[in-house]
C-alpha cells in the first residue's frame, strides 16, 4: 500500500514537471522580436533601401513590410527563414514598390521562433509614419575660393535648402565632407591633389548633397585652377644605402629577399598603406575651426625637402622607382622642441611606417598638421593643445636619415603643401578674409 502510495506521488510530480516544463517552453517567450529600423528617418525616396535588424532569444521565424495608405496595406516583401538565427538584418528596397508622393504608414510584422501561440510564435507589428520624397536638395554656393594651386587647399562656403545626412566636395570621386556651422550654412575644406593637373582638377570638382530620404545632388563647382612646378630629381640607390635601410626598417618588408626589394616594397607598398592610415585618421575631426591665424613653423630650422618634391630612384643605372616626399622637412639641432603649429586636438599619437614615430593634431573642418620622425612625443590622444606648446622633440624614426623634422598639413586626409598655412598673407586672401566678409 505504501509503495502503490509513493508510485502515484512520484507519478503526480512527473505530471507536474511535464507541465512545467511545457509551460516554461509555451510562456517563457512572450515577446516578438525587437526590431530597428534603419537609416532613421521618416523621408525616403524610391531608390532608399530600410535595414531592418531584428532580434529574438527563439529566433526569428519570418518578416513581412507593407504599405498602409488610406487603410490599405500593400505587403512589399515577406520572407519565411528556415533556419531561426536569434539576429537578423534584412535589406528591404522601397524601388518596385510604386510608391506615391506623400504620407504613408510602414508595417512592419516580425514573428519569432517560440512555441507561443501553439506553435505559431510571438509577432510583433511595428508602424513607422512615413513620407515619399522625391526632390533632390538645392545648394546654394555662398562663397568660392578665389583660386587654388596644385597641391594646395581651398575652402567653400554653401547653404542647402533642407537637412541633410551627408554633404560636401568630391575631388575625382574623393569626398571630402562639409560642415554645418552656427550661422546655417556649410564649410567645407578641400585639397587640390598634387598628382592632379590644373586641366583635370578644373573638371572634377563637384559639390553634392544627400537628404534624409536618400536625394543626391551633385554639381560642377567651378574653380580657379593654376599649376605649381615641384621639385625633380634622381637619387642613386647605393648598396650601402639600401643595407642601412634593410638593417634599420627589415620589420617593415618581412617578406623581402634582398636589401634592394626590402627599400622597394616600403617606399611603395608600405608608402600606400600609410596614405591609406591617414586618409582615415582625417575623418576623426571637428566640425567647427580650432585654429587662428598663421601656422606655426619649428623655430630656428632650416627647410631640407619641400612639398612634392619628385625622386627618381635608380639602381645600377635602372629605374626601379620612384617616390614623393608629401611634406616639409626641417632641421634644427638634435632632439629640437617641436611646437603645436596651431591650437588644436591631438587625434593621434604613435609609429606609422615610414613616418615612424608621428603625431596628428586636428585643427577643426578636416584640416590636421602633421609631425614624423620623432624622437619623442609628449603629448597622447584626446589632449587639447595651445599654439607653440611643446608637442615632441625632433628625431630620425621611420624613413629618415638624419635628425629632423617631417611637418606635414592634411585638409580631408590628403596632405597638402604646408607653405599655405605658414604664410599669413594666403590665410587672409584665401581663407579667413573671405568667410568674415561674409
Not at 516580425?110 to 515619399?132: H, I, K, W, Y
Not at 575660393?145 to 570621386?173: C, H, K, M, T
Not at 593637373?197 to 574653380?223: P, Q
Not at 567647427?288 to 630650422?301: H, I, K
Amino acid at each position: 500500500m505504501r509503495k502503490k502510495s509513493a508510485f502515484s506521488t512520484i507519478l503526480v510530480l512527473l505530471v507536474l514537471a511535464v507541465f512545467g516544463v511545457g509551460g516554461y517552453t509555451f510562456f517563457k517567450d512572450m515577446d516578438g522580436p525587437a526590431v530597428q529600423i534603419t537609416p532613421a528617418t521618416d523621408r525616403v525616396s524610391p531608390l532608399s533601401v530600410l535595414h531592418i535588424s531584428l532580434s529574438d532569444v527563439s529566433g526569428i521565424r519570418s518578416l513581412s513590410v507593407g504599405i498602409r495608405k488610406n487603410n490599405v496595406v500593400n505587403v512589399i516583401f515577406r520572407r519565411h527563414f528556415d533556419t531561426y538565427l536569434p539576429n537578423r538584418v534584412v535589406d528591404v528596397p522601397l524601388k518596385g514598390a510604386n510608391l506615391r508622393e506623400g504620407a504613408f504608414d510602414l508595417e512592419i510584422r516580425a514573428t519569432d521562433a517560440s512555441l507561443a501561440g501553439f506553435g505559431q510564435g510571438n509577432t510583433r507589428t511595428v508602424f513607422l509614419p512615413m513620407r515619399l520624397d522625391t526632390q533632390p536638395p538645392r545648394i546654394s554656393v555662398k562663397t568660392l575660393p578665389p583660386n587654388i594651386r596644385r597641391g594646395g587647399s581651398a575652402v567653400v562656403r554653401y547653404a542647402v535648402d533642407e537637412n541633410v545626412s551627408e554633404g560636401g566636395v568630391l575631388v575625382a570621386g574623393y569626398f571630402v565632407p562639409g560642415f554645418l556651422q552656427q550661422d546655417g550654412t556649410y564649410l567645407c575644406f578641400f585639397p587640390f591633389p598634387y598628382t592632379m593637373t590644373a586641366k583635370d582638377f578644373k573638371t572634377a570638382v563637384e559639390i553634392t548633397a544627400t537628404d534624409m530620404a536618400g536625394n543626391v545632388t551633385k554639381s560642377r563647382l567651378t574653380v580657379m585652377s593654376f599649376e605649381r612646378n615641384f621639385k625633380s630629381d634622381s637619387l642613386e640607390l647605393t648598396d650601402d644605402f639600401l643595407r642601412v635601410v634593410d638593417n634599420k626598417l627589415r620589420n617593415l618588408a618581412p617578406n623581402a629577399q634582398n636589401p634592394l626589394e626590402c627599400y622597394l616594397h616600403i617606399n611603395n607598398q608600405v608608402r600606400a598603406d600609410n596614405v591609406r592610415a591617414l586618409r582615415e585618421i582625417g575623418k576623426n575631426t571637428a566640425a567647427a575651426m580650432l585654429w587662428n591665424g598663421t601656422f606655426q613653423r619649428l623655430p630656428r630650422s632650416v627647410a631640407r625637402a619641400g612639398f612634392a618634391d619628385h625622386r627618381v630612384l635608380m639602381y645600377q643605372g635602372k629605374l626601379v622607382g620612384e617616390s614623393f616626399h608629401l611634406g616639409f622637412d626641417l632641421a634644427s639641432v638634435r632632439n629640437a622642441e617641436v611646437p603645436a603649429a596651431n591650437n588644436g586636438r591631438v587625434v593621434y599619437v604613435g609609429e606609422m611606417g615610414i613616418y615612424g614615430k608621428m603625431i596628428v593634431i586636428d585643427h577643426g573642418l578636416g584640416l590636421m598638421s602633421l609631425y614624423s620622425h620623432l624622437h619623442s612625443q609628449l603629448v597622447k590622444e584626446g589632449d587639447i593643445v595651445a599654439k607653440g606648446q611643446t608637442v615632441a622633440l625632433t628625431g630620425s624614426t621611420g624613413l629618415a636619415f638624419g635628425d629632423h623634422l617631417h611637418f606635414g598639413i592634411l585638409v580631408g586626409g590628403i596632405e597638402v603643401t604646408p607653405l599655405e598655412w605658414i604664410d599669413a598673407k594666403w590665410i587672409q586672401d584665401n581663407v579667413t578674409g573671405r568667410l568674415a566678409a561674409q
